[in-house]
């Protein structure tokens, strides 16, 4: 969990960050075509896709370069996440990455993270993101404990998101010691607030697709001789949708930032509350725009919008995380409110 | 791709350090002063607290050494805003002058209007309204039908302006007026002054708003003279200032902030141990706030950079003003406390202020749709 950015050297990480960036749009442009899209969308494992992925080293973005990763700053590595939901990439990018920083070494293949922790190794692991994919899943076994279960030959039971990805589960019922590690700073949340960080990057980044998307069609789609983009209806409901948009990508940005302190849990549940609520609306104004054609299994809009419906309820929903967040705010007092805000939001405060 | 980044803003050091000053300024001040955070915000008119602040080095800090500023960058000025509105500190007084009228004096007015008006600013003594809207011209700003017509060297204008906050009590206003043809776009032939409100051929009326507090006026102009060297910025250079100016005061703490202190009494009066949907909503406001404080930080690095982010600040604006119409109503859902301006209790009080106020959160500055509709051009709607 090192931090790997020298706050020294702003600039080379940003650099550096844009560089990986780059590389990975066009990775995703060029495979995570329509037809992957469909395919994923029908059950089948894209391979082709991760192996890129895992070749362009995304996986390892987090991981410090001394344990053989790339050292990217936090910001910039949770943003290679949000580029991947931007094209809906049907593979369990930030959970490798998340998986691989927080066990300290590059992993074999695909990971995933069990939301819920298993005391002791012991207790039903549910909704694994891609189980049936992943070499491991990392689990919290209770304290700063985690343990990496592999998953080849495991005997799952299959379920799906509402975009049809694989959310698996499987029974524990001990596990080795040499499968425990200790990592100073889990605690007992567990992985929840590092599941809910990329969930709401995820989101953060599809519901950017959806609003270009949406600005596309409004542009192009004429209804009363003219491109709906003209009546002020469409324009308004598009400027609301850009608010939640940038909201979101705002706070989590926040919230990749508190990667590694004691700050995460909090940043990453306002994160997750502020991006759920903004993909609900983002959503529904996308297919609000896009009208009937939106609604077709034909139009690319459901890969997105199916994503961001199933990944608002992942590892805690809004109401979820808000009620912890309104627990811990009123317990410390109205005083304390504003300082609190002005610490979480302040850009390289612990860099 | 129309994604409109809010890169973190790193606030310098000397912000933070400000900011602790300020925050034991304010702590002081409350005793001194008397006023009551729950009640107060920054449309609080309040010259005593304004001379203090002033006296304690808390305004204007970005104005040059020579008109009594510190030449501190403009996130310095952010962090001591934020704070002032996160204390509710009623600092109405001076809030125009600093955050627009003296920025534009800084940057076009005068040699002698900088030396007459910008130490006195600093200092928490001067004050201003702003001279924009009209009877014909709300939102349709171009419209502005007061005009200034030469007279030898200097102009006489005739018209009237109105929602002129503090005309009653401000010395000056900076007034968009015509002085020239509209032409087709409109926007030329505008040009602006600053009015000494103590000077003749001015008429004040005042507008009671729906709670009946006195704060907008009605600004009649009967052949009012102003020298030419009142003028602010060239001749028709009006419309392209005042669109800068907007995009300077859109993405200020106080489009987000003007209830906070219903938060904080809020908070207080739900207690430590809130139940789940007391909980459930306070953190989601968190959340909301946190994501603006970020927005708006971000933005105001932007402009400290030389950037000119329009479509961010809009954003700001409209998602910032947004979450200060929600915060009463979601409130009102949460406590059973009826809002009472004499009611006992610093929330139902707060409630009562807030509930009564949040109209024109989403009005004032530009209407949440004309925001939208900047918004939606930004997008590439229009």
């Not at chain 1, 809906?88 to 069990?114: D, R, S």
């Not at chain 1, 990496?148 to 524990?172: C, Q």
């Not at chain 1, 990057?201 to 789609?221: F, H, I, K, T």
């Not at chain 1, 809009?301 to 995380?321: P, Q």
């Amino acid at each position: 969990m090192t931090r790997m950015m020298d706050a020294s050297h702003p600039s080379e990480a940003d650099g550096m960050s844009a560089l990986v960036a780059e590389q990975a749009e066009r990775l995703f442009d060029r495979l995570a075509t329509r037809e992957v899209l469909a395919a994923a969308d029908r059950g089948e494992w894209q391979g082709d896709l991760w192996t890129a992925v895992e070749e362009a080293g995304l996986p390892l973005a987090l991981l410090s370069e001394e344990a053989g990763g790339v050292g990217l700053d936090p910001v910039g590595a949770i943003g290679l996440v949000r580029l991947a939901a931007r094209h809906a990439a049907p593979v369990p990018l930030g959970e490798t990455m998340i998986a691989a920083a927080l066990w300290g070494e590059a992993l074999e293949g695909p990971a995933t993270l069990a939301a819920a922790s298993a005391p002791d190794g012991h207790g039903r692991l549910t909704r694994l993101a891609f189980g049936r994919n992943a070499g491991h899943a990392l689990v919290h076994v209770g304290g700063d404990r985690l343990a990496l279960v592999p998953l080849a030959g495991a005997s799952l039971t299959h379920d799906r998101s509402l975009a049809n990805e694989p959310r698996d589960g499987l029974e524990l019922s001990g596990l080795p010691a040499d499968a425990i590690r200790e990592v100073p700073g889990i605690g007992e949340d567990g992985l929840a607030p590092h599941g809910a960080l990329i969930r709401a990057a995820q989101m953060s980044g599809a519901m950017e697709r959806a609003l270009d998307m949406s600005v596309a069609y409004a542009n192009d789609r004429v209804q009363f001789g003219r491109p709906i983009a003209k009546f002020q209806a469409i324009q308004q409901m598009l400027a609301e949708a850009a608010g939640h948009v940038a909201a979101a990508s705002a706070i989590v940005d926040m919230a990749a930032e508190a990667w590694g302190t004691p700050d995460l849990a909090f940043a990453a549940g306002l994160a997750k509350s502020r991006a759920g609520e903004a993909a609900g609306r983002v959503a529904a104004i996308a297919h609000q725009v896009h009208a009937a054609m939106g609604f077709t299994h034909e139009h690319s809009l459901h890969f997105l919008t199916r994503r961001m419906w199933s990944w608002r309820e992942e590892f805690g929903a809004e109401t979820w995380w808000e009620e912890r967040i309104g627990r811990q705010v009123c317990a410390a007092g109205g005083e304390a409110l504003w300082p609190a805000i002005v610490d979480i939001t302040a850009a390289g405060a612990r860099a | 791709m129309q994604a409109f980044r809010f890169a973190g803003a790193r606030l310098p050091a000397e912000a933070e350090t400000a900011r602790a000053e300020v925050r034991a300024f304010l702590r002081k001040d409350r005793e001194v002063g008397g006023w009551e955070p729950h009640r107060t915000t920054w449309t609080s008119f309040d010259a005593d607290f304004s001379a203090r602040a002033g006296a304690a080095g808390f305004i204007a800090t970005g104005f040059p050494k020579e008109f009594g500023g510190k030449g501190a960058p403009m996130l310095v000025r952010f962090a001591i805003a934020e704070e002032m509105l996160a204390a509710g500190a009623p600092c109405g007084a001076h809030w125009v002058a600093e955050r627009q009228s003296g920025p534009q004096i800084l940057r076009h007015g005068s040699d002698r209007a900088k030396a007459e008006i910008l130490p006195r600013i600093a200092a928490g003594e001067c004050f201003f309204g702003i001279g924009m809207s009209e009877p014909g011209s709300g939102s349709d700003l171009a419209a502005v039908r007061t005009r200034a017509t030469r007279d030898g060297d200097g102009w006489r204008i005739n018209g009237s302006k109105i929602w002129t906050s503090n005309a009653h009590r401000a010395h000056y206003l900076i007034a968009l007026v015509r002085t020239g043809p509209a032409g087709e776009s409109r926007h030329a032939g505008l040009t602006q002054f600053v009015i000494d409100l103590s000077k003749p051929g001015l008429t004040t009326r005042p507008i009671h708003d729906l709670a009946g507090n006195h704060e907008f006026n009605e600004v009649f102009f009967d052949d009012y003279y102003v020298p030419d060297d009142m003028r602010v910025g060239g001749e028709g250079d009006g419309w392209s200032m005042v669109t800068a100016e907007l995009a300077f005061e859109r993405a200020g703490p106080d489009r987000y902030l003007s209830d906070i202190r219903l938060l904080v009494s809020l908070i207080d009066e739900v207690g430590g141990s809130p139940d789940r949907m007391e909980a459930a909503e306070i953190g989601r406001m968190t959340a909301h706030l946190a994501g603006l404080r970020r927005m708006s930080a971000s933005v105001s690095s932007m402009l400290d950079g030389g950037a000119s982010p329009i479509t961010q600040a809009a954003l700001v604006k409209d998602v910032g003003t947004g979450f200060e119409r929600m915060v009463p109503e979601v409130s009102r859902r949460i406590r059973r406390t009826e809002p009472g301006p004499d009611a006992p209790g610093d929330y139902a009080q707060s409630l009562a202020e807030t509930v009564l106020r949040a109209p024109s959160f989403t009005l004032r500055g530009g209407t949440q749709e004309i925001l939208r509709g900047m918004i939606a051009r930004g997008l590439g709607l229009r």
